[in-house]
């Protein structure tokens, strides 16, 4: 079974920084492009970050930009997204998804194949 586990949501104030995780089980990241996707309460999906399958190819949102980063760990099997000087509006919970037919580069677009249950982040004083 294809699966995706985030961890590492949170409450966060204004400024500060959190790290979201996405382990992959039943499979292997290294075959797939990776993204971050975000939903708020309210409003649309939205794309804030994906990587090619090799690495080489990262998109971020222009919402972001500057702010977050997007990682893997080969060895485990795992997608980071780092999130520096957060803000209210950052508030969502935030999914991982992956797809293998995304042979070049990512999209912030598109629906991934995978998709994991998602982490809530709430950026509040």
């Known amino acids: 079974q294809l699966q995706l586990v985030e961890s590492g949501g949170g409450l966060v104030q204004p400024g500060g920084s959190l790290t979201l995780s996405c382990a992959a089980s039943g499979f292997t990241l290294d075959n797939y492009a990776a993204g971050w996707f975000r939903q708020a309460p309210g409003k649309e999906r939205e794309g804030v970050s994906c990587?090619?399958?090799?690495?080489?190819?990262?998109v971020y949102a222009d919402s972001v930009k500057g702010r977050f980063t997007i990682s893997r760990d080969w060895t485990k099997n795992t997608v980071y997204l780092q999130m520096n000087s957060l803000k209210p509006e950052d508030t969502a919970v935030y999914y991982c998804a992956a797809d293998r037919r995304l042979t070049d580069g990512c999209s912030l677009q598109r629906t991934y194949e995978v998709r994991g249950q998602g982490t809530q982040v709430t950026v509040s004083s």
């Open positions: 990587m090619s399958r090799r690495g080489g190819v990262t």
